[in-house]
């Protein structure tokens, strides 16, 4: 070897760690499984109909997009699959097919392409969708829940067509039975109104220790986010038990184990320093909290991500890590 080739150095990374986008995104996809298994269990044909919809529909504008706007194609690293799934899970079983093709759309080209694809977008590219759609359609978004029914001796009444939150937020269920511990079960498991994707603690707990064990997200954001919640709520139930529902309800109900597992540890809308993520998470929660508590709308999740998302890149400046053989004090 010449002293030329010898101290020929290429640009980084200089070490690889074997990962590849395809791989990462394959890994994510196994994991969302439970929640697609217990969203047929729980809404039949709905949740099928929805997902393929989804899917497609986010594959199909990806490849017209980068076809259009002549870049290379990236439908094959599965990224589009995973924002089309995200999506259909954010949304109530009878919603319409034409506007999950509409949110599909928001979702890939707006939210994605025209910043340049993957790696470039501010947003979560499922949650920008969710969130236009709510917007757009609110009374879809709101109004196509399964009427499940939930009867016994603390809770005479039947209560049927509500989220477990709207319930909360318009008072139609007592608190008493909300936090009880058979309702607090079906929350867990999944046997509530809800988007189809979100309604079982359960699965995306599953799916987020297999994403843990592979490594693909880190414990920093979910825990942080789940933990403010939980923090956050228990001092709301101590105070006055009679008017906020119990921690564990604010857990497992809405959206906020596929917020926290699947939605707020995006890589490319997230902090990459470990500190930066506790404190995208602690905002997360703070955020979620207060909108459920406070504000005019029972969830407070995909707005709080989103507002957090903006808050990415000042996050990223402020958290970066010390240079690698700076000594303390050293600028």
């Not at 189809?196 to 995306?204: D, K, N, Y």
């Not at 404190?279 to 909290?289: D, R, S």
């Not at 990415?312 to 600028?331: E, I, S």
Request: with cysteine; charged share 10%.
């Amino acid at each position: 070897m010449s002293e030329e080739q010898f101290y020929s150095v290429s640009s980084s990374p200089h070490v690889h760690s074997g990962a590849s986008i395809h791989g990462i995104m394959r890994d994510v996809v196994i994991a969302m499984i439970p929640a697609f298994i217990a969203a047929v269990i729980f809404f039949g044909l709905d949740a099928v109909r929805l997902t393929v919809v989804c899917v497609a529909s986010c594959v199909i504008f990806e490849y017209l997009s980068r076809r259009i706007m002549k870049r290379n194609q990236t439908i094959s690293d599965l990224s589009a699959v995973i924002t089309g799934m995200l999506l259909a899970y954010n949304l109530p079983p009878s919603f319409p097919t034409w506007m999950a093709i509409v949110g599909s759309f928001v979702a890939i080209v707006i939210a994605k392409q025209l910043f340049g694809g993957l790696g470039y977008n501010p947003f979560n590219p499922a949650l920008a969708g969710r969130l236009f759609l709510f917007l757009s359609f609110a009374f879809a978004m709101s109004g196509n829940w399964t009427d499940w029914n939930y009867i016994n001796a603390d809770n005479i009444a039947a209560i049927t067509g509500a989220t477990p939150l709207g319930m909360l937020q318009e008072s139609t269920g007592s608190i008493s039975f909300l936090s009880s511990n058979s309702n607090i079960l079906n929350l867990f498991l999944g046997r509530v109104n809800g988007c189809i994707g979100e309604v079982s603690s359960l699965a995306l707990i599953l799916g987020g220790i297999y994403l843990l064990w592979r490594k693909v997200i880190t414990w920093h954001i979910p825990v942080a986010y789940i933990g403010t919640v939980a923090v956050f709520a228990t001092i709301l139930y101590v105070i006055d038990p009679t008017g906020n529902a119990s921690p564990l309800f604010h857990l497992f109900s809405g959206g906020l184990m596929l917020g926290a597992i699947f939605m707020a540890t995006d890589m490319v809308t997230s902090p990459t320093d470990k500190s930066g993520m506790l404190v995208f998470g602690i905002g997360c929660g703070l955020l979620t909290m207060i909108i459920r508590k406070w504000g005019s709308y029972p969830e407070g999740v995909s707005f709080s991500i989103f507002i957090m998302n903006a808050a990415t890149p000042l996050l990223n400046r402020v958290c970066k890590p010390k240079m690698f053989g700076l000594k303390k004090g050293k600028a």
